[in-house]
């Protein structure tokens, strides 16, 4: 049609007269594609017709070795330029103007994106290129051509719109009557009239039925995943995809699995369809959203047999969604990157490899940061991977920076930087160099050219090919020698150093200031410090890797286990077993004190440590000595002399029965009352009726 006379009526130039001398200089390209791997396999004809093509550019003019072949892009769809190697080499061969002529099947199929094919037409008008088809030859300067190029663009990405409505067409008339098949979550299976049935496999059914019982009992889908993996229970999975497409696996409950469950309305009988959207971003990559359930196309409640009700499921949603806001509402109280932990969110854990989160502690008003891998404990109810308290860490990091950006260390990368940029002018000469000859031999083969008769077709046409070979070269050798003046132009100078060295000479003063919050220094570790690997052996050992991959090993000492920590003397130790008799842990402490004695690593004893060093050296607590001489709680007083609890503590208070404390808010053990015991004898002050005093404690000192 372009040949002749086209849509408009217009004369059109013929395909002998388009192509140009030009034309023929440059090189022809046919760009070759199949969408599907299924059409390359299948569709072998129509491959046979592309390559045929060739012949028709040889027809017009262009030796069959400059007709140049793209196919890397068999087997990709053509809905998107991303991800389609092929289609940008021969966007960029025209844009360089190297091509004479683009050739395709039906070169509207070139891009099935009308975008990409409009760039396209407008990069061939820009470098002058035809466009060849089945259908004929188009300039892309010519108004009529381009006008059936544009068109035909559109046509195409009609016919794939088309394609597509009338297969989400049928699609949706089949989920709107709720009978479109797909796939089903594990517990549920089609039956052979295409009906939604039970799983007959009662252990799958059983499987199912715990999750949804534990969550009615628990109300967390954490809680639930906790009972499995106490209970040793499995899961089961029927596998989508792969070589086993469709059997049943049984595997470990994650928390993520639950909420799948609970958040599936088919389990409740309901058939729904549009739950998620898919989008297709920049890079060509889908990404699914997930659509708010007023949104969703379909939801019919009640349309086959479930493992809950409607209502049940209407419910569970409820509960999770306050679970959820709690959650949410509860981190939010806690500013996330707040707290003194210097490493918070580049930790990672040396003997799984997955992100340690941080703990703090609080003791006497300090927060202390503690390392933790709890991926397990969060996700699978398992154990702690480990966990390393993270003051030490802290400091050895701190104290690797200071060292690290120092006017020493920052000297010698100087130093280095220098070094190499003389290396770098040294290999520019070199490249202006090799830029110097391309362009002698251009000129030569120039000149050999003009030289020659023209009407020696045979010569000429040789010499000019000879010519454009070294123009090429002389581009490449041009491109080249560019792209490394870019690459290494960092030549520092003088002014640039002196603000380097002053930035190092500052970085420690930065880091120590006062004024410094915790949130700066982090922020100042995670622009140098890309992760920590910690590993604990009978050290901790930490692997630091900085931005741009170097990388430091660092050891600090392992916590040791806390009798350790507190290694004593025995002489105190015996000292403590003989004051339990008498005191609590704060008096135990207070005497320990005056008597000059320390806990292991010095400081002062606390009713902490006492009691601490109590459990590890297994001493009796005072109040399994007291119980163990007989003494009586205040339960078994009031019920030994009918009186009620209150009244044993007045009574004791008033010195009418004999108490010892056991801690130090003065709880108490009662002396058996024996045969004189007091009973309730009303009239009578309680102070008159004093039998015992209570004996106070005095410190050693007075
Ligand atoms: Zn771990």
């Known amino acids: 049609m372009a040949d002749s006379t086209n849509v408009l009526g217009t004369p059109s130039k013929t395909a002998g007269m388009k192509v140009t001398a030009a034309h023929l200089k440059r090189d022809a390209f046919l760009y070759v594609r199949q969408s599907t791997l299924h059409q390359v396999l299948q569709n072998t004809e129509s491959?046979?017709?592309?390559?045929?093509?060739?012949?028709?550019?040889?027809?017009?003019?262009?030796?069959?070795?400059?007709?140049?072949?793209?196919?890397?892009?068999?087997?990709?769809?053509?809905?998107?330029?991303?991800?389609?190697?092929?289609?940008?080499?021969?966007?960029?061969?025209?844009?360089?103007g190297r091509a004479g002529m683009v050739l395709g099947l039906e070169v509207s199929r070139l891009a099935r994106n009308s975008a990409d094919w409009q760039r396209l037409l407008e990069l061939c008008a820009l470098a002058d290129t035809l466009i060849l088809d089945e259908d004929g030859l188009y300039d892309c300067n010519d108004f009529n051509d381009r006008l059936l190029l544009g068109l035909k663009g559109t046509l195409s990405e009609a016919e794939l719109h088309f394609l597509r409505a009338r297969l989400r067409g049928g699609i949706l008339n089949k989920a709107r009557r709720g009978e479109l098949i797909g796939p089903l979550p594990v517990g549920l299976l089609y039956d052979e009239a295409g009906r939604v049935r039970l799983?007959?496999?009662?252990?799958?059914?059983?499987?199912v039925r715990l999750v949804f019982e534990t969550f009615r009992r628990t109300g967390s889908a954490f809680a639930t995943v906790q009972y499995f993996h106490q209970e040793?229970?499995?899961?089961?999975?029927?596998?989508?995809?792969?070589?086993?497409?469709?059997?049943?696996?049984?595997?470990?409950?994650?928390?993520?699995?639950?909420?799948?469950?609970?958040?599936?309305?088919?389990?409740?009988?309901?058939?729904?369809?549009?739950?998620?959207?898919?989008?297709?971003?920049?890079?060509?990559?889908?990404?699914?959203?997930l659509v708010p359930r007023e949104d969703w196309l379909v939801l019919i409640p009640h349309a086959h047999v479930g493992y809950i009700t409607w209502e049940e499921y209407e419910e569970n949603q409820r509960r999770l969604r306050e679970s959820a806001q709690a959650q949410g509402a509860e981190r939010r109280k806690s500013p996330p990157r707040e707290g003194p932990a210097l490493l918070q969110g580049v930790v990672i854990c040396g003997v799984c490899g997955r992100r340690m989160t941080v703990r703090y502690h609080e003791r006497q008003g300090r927060l202390y940061p503690e390392y933790v891998c709890q991926h397990d404990v969060v996700n699978h109810a398992g154990r702690l991977c480990q966990r390393l308290p993270g003051q030490a860490i802290d400091?050895?990091?701190?104290?690797?920076?200071?060292?690290?950006?120092?006017?020493?260390?920052?000297?010698?990368?100087?130093?280095?930087?220098?070094?190499?940029?003389v290396r770098q002018a040294e290999v520019d000469t070199l490249r202006a160099q090799q830029v110097a000859r391309a362009q002698y031999e251009a000129d030569l083969a120039?000149?050999?050219?003009?030289?020659?008769?023209?009407?020696?077709?045979?010569?000429?046409?040789?010499?000019?090919?000879?010519?454009?070979?070294?123009?090429?070269?002389?581009?490449?050798?041009?491109?080249?020698?560019?792209?490394?003046?870019?690459?290494g132009g960092l030549i520092i100078d003088e002014e640039v150093r002196a603000q380097v060295m002053a930035l190092s000479t500052d970085f420690p003063r930065v880091w120590n200031d006062p004024h410094t919050t915790d949130h700066d220094r982090k922020r100042l570790v995670r622009l140098l410090i890309e992760d920590v690997t910690l590993i604990r052996t009978h050290v901790v050992t930490l692997q630091?890797?900085?931005?741009?991959?170097?990388?430091?090993?660092?050891?600090?000492?392992?916590?040791?286990?806390?009798?350790?920590?507190?290694?004593?003397?025995?002489?105190?130790?015996?000292?403590?077993?003989?004051?339990?008799?008498?005191?609590?842990?704060?008096?135990?402490?207070?005497?320990?004190?005056?008597?000059?004695?320390?806990?292991?690593?010095g400081g002062a004893f606390t009713n902490s440590i006492v009691a601490r060093l109590?459990?590890?050296?297994?001493?009796?607590?005072?109040?399994?000595?007291?119980?163990?001489?007989?003494?009586?709680?205040?339960?078994?007083?009031?019920?030994?002399?009918?009186?009620?609890?209150?009244?044993?503590?007045?009574?004791?208070?008033?010195?009418?029965?004999?108490?010892?404390?056991?801690?130090?808010?003065?709880?108490?053990?009662?002396?058996?009352?024996?045969?004189?015991?007091?009973?309730?004898?009303?009239?009578?002050?309680?102070?008159?009726?004093?039998?015992?005093?209570?004996p106070e404690f005095v410190s050693e000192r007075l």
């Open 395 to 421: 400091a050895a990091v701190a104290q690797l920076l200071l060292e690290i950006v120092s006017p020493v260390s920052l000297e010698v990368a100087l130093a280095v930087q220098q070094e190499i940029a």
């Open 232 to 289: 040793g229970l499995q899961f089961p999975r029927r596998l989508r995809t792969g070589l086993h497409k469709g059997e049943l696996t049984w595997g470990d409950l994650g928390t993520w699995r639950v909420l799948q469950v609970l958040h599936n309305p088919r389990y409740a009988g309901a058939f729904f369809f549009g739950r998620t959207r898919t989008r297709t971003g920049l890079d060509g990559n889908q990404r699914t959203q």
């Open 614 to 694: 109590r459990r590890i050296h297994g001493l009796k607590s005072r109040y399994e000595r007291l119980r163990a001489a007989g003494m009586l709680t205040v339960e078994e007083m009031a019920q030994t002399l009918a009186i009620d609890e209150q009244t044993v503590k007045a009574w004791h208070k008033a010195g009418l029965l004999r108490g010892y404390a056991y801690n130090d808010k003065n709880c108490c053990l009662y002396e058996p009352p024996g045969p004189d015991a007091p009973a309730k004898c009303q009239g009578r002050k309680l102070t008159q009726r004093r039998r015992f005093t209570e």
């Open 199 to 207: 799983d007959p496999d009662q252990q799958v059914q059983q499987a």
């Open 446 to 487: 120039g000149q050999r050219y003009r030289r020659v008769d023209p009407n020696n077709r045979l010569v000429a046409d040789a010499l000019e090919a000879e010519w454009n070979a070294a123009l090429r070269a002389l581009q490449a050798a041009q491109q080249e020698y560019e792209r490394f003046r870019q690459k």
């Open 544 to 601: 630091v890797r900085f931005r741009g991959g170097a990388t430091r090993t660092l050891t600090v000492p392992a916590p040791c286990p806390i009798g350790q920590r507190w290694a004593i003397a025995p002489e105190v130790i015996q000292a403590m077993d003989a004051l339990l008799n008498e005191h609590t842990d704060q008096q135990i402490a207070t005497i320990l004190n005056e008597r000059g004695l320390h806990p292991g690593k």
């Open 47 to 96: 491959t046979q017709r592309q390559y045929a093509l060739q012949q028709r550019a040889v027809a017009l003019g262009w030796q069959m070795d400059r007709v140049h072949v793209i196919d890397c892009d068999l087997g990709q769809s053509g809905a998107s330029a991303a991800d389609r190697e092929g289609f940008q080499q021969l966007v960029t061969e025209v844009s360089l």
